[in-house]
């Protein structure tokens, strides 16, 4: 198993892609720590893994003091910390004319600012443990649909981040960075979403080839599933933005 031992904290765990990973994280060996919204979501997700090999904190990831406390969690019931999933995130439709401020900031700081705060928090352990952190984006991150703006920006924002640190932290503490930008995924939250927005209930069965040449979109479990034509950049250090080393 490829994740034997390993300790992970997973936001947004609950639910989606969170859940998946999590699910998977834990067949693969690994002790997981899950985080989310609802109290009865995450029971389900506990329930389904077994309490042995997980822990669950309900708690708003912006709230004071929450990244630190998902630290905490980890370390108190595994004993330590190898790896950070940043994937909890606000998916909301909005443009340049709905958009007010404070609206902008929630969106920044839950997609943006806690996974920040999250590998600020967890630095010391996966300094001893020469851990990594792998941040959950999205394909909007490059320019974004007309009506997700603060969500794209976020993503954005997001990717510079994980760049940065990617280069910074893998240098002088040991620690990789990477990030994932998925397309459409079918997770429960997209499926509310879209009939909430006129189309039928079903929506997802009979999507155009546009969106879907295989005839559907990603599912959360996902490790390939219907991908195709996509390049990833296999290297130690990111080509965009590169920080030199530091001075001897």
């Known amino acids: 198993m490829r994740l034997q031992g390993k300790v992970i904290i997973i936001t947004g765990s609950t639910t989606g ?34 309490k042995d090999k997980a822990s669950l904190l309900i ?18 019931a595994f004993g330590k910390l190898d790896a950070v999933v940043n994937n909890a995130g606000m998916v909301v439709s909005s443009n340049i004319h ?6 902008f900031r929630k ?7 806690a996974p920040f705060a999250l590998i ?12 990594c952190v792998l941040n959950i984006g999205s394909v909007n991150a490059y320019s974004g649909e007309p009506n ?8 954005g924002a997001l990717m510079t981040m994980t760049r940065n640190l990617g280069d910074t932290l893998h240098r002088e503490e040991g620690i990789r960075v990477n990030q994932i930008n998925p397309g459409w995924v079918l997770t429960e939250t997209e499926v509310v979403r879209k009939h909430e927005q006129g189309l039928p209930k079903d929506w997802y069965k009979d999507l155009p ?5 295989s005839g ?19 290297e130690q250090h990111p080509f965009i933005g590169r920080n030199p080393p530091k001075s001897p």
């Open 17 to 50: 892609i969170g859940k998946a990973i999590a699910i998977r994280c834990v067949a693969e060996g690994a002790s997981v720590v899950l985080h989310g919204l609802e109290q009865p979501l995450g029971e389900q997700v506990l329930a389904q893994i077994g």
């Open 59 to 76: 708690e708003d990831i912006t709230a004071d003091g929450a990244p630190q406390r998902l630290v905490d969690r980890a370390v108190q």
């Open 98 to 103: 709905t958009t007010d401020l404070a609206f």
């Open 107 to 113: 969106v920044i700081e839950v997609n943006t600012i």
């Open 120 to 131: 600020k928090a967890a630095l010391p352990f996966l300094r001893k443990t020469h851990g």
């Open 148 to 155: 997700l703006l603060p969500y794209s920006v976020s993503k």
């Open 209 to 213: 080839a546009m969106y879907a040449p």
């Open 216 to 234: 559907r979109i990603l599912a959360p479990a996902d490790e390939s599933g219907p991908v195709s034509g996509q390049v990833v950049d296999v």
